[in-house]
């Protein structure tokens, strides 16, 4: 059976929906999708784990220590480091922004 990763887009949430698309012994697949969400300022992310990340629809601003800020457009990808703090600093306001993250040891 397929599934598409377009399928289910809300308009808007109060919180960023995270979805679970494979798992496997040292890695895992996941949909996120943000409707106008940031990461607080104060409560950056900090992984023991690395992740790359993939923009598939939307836009994105994301912060990662020691690099600053970048923008994300459909089809930039990057990989965050274990350890590397970071945070999402927007989401575009006017449609989901939907993302693919690869969490891998």
Known sequence: ????????LPGSAPAELFADL????????ERIVSTGQATPDDAPCDQAHDEWVLLLKGAAGLWLEGQG???LRP??????PAH???????TAQDEPTVWLALHFE
Do not use: K, Q, S, Y
């Open 22 to 29: 494979l798992v496997r012994p040292g890695c895992r697949v």
């Open 84 to 90: 590397v703090r970071h945070r999402v600093t927007w």
């Open 69 to 71: 800020e970048c923008t």
């Open 1 to 8: 059976m397929t599934a598409n990763l377009f399928d289910d």
């Open 75 to 80: 089809g930039d990808h990057l990989l965050i």
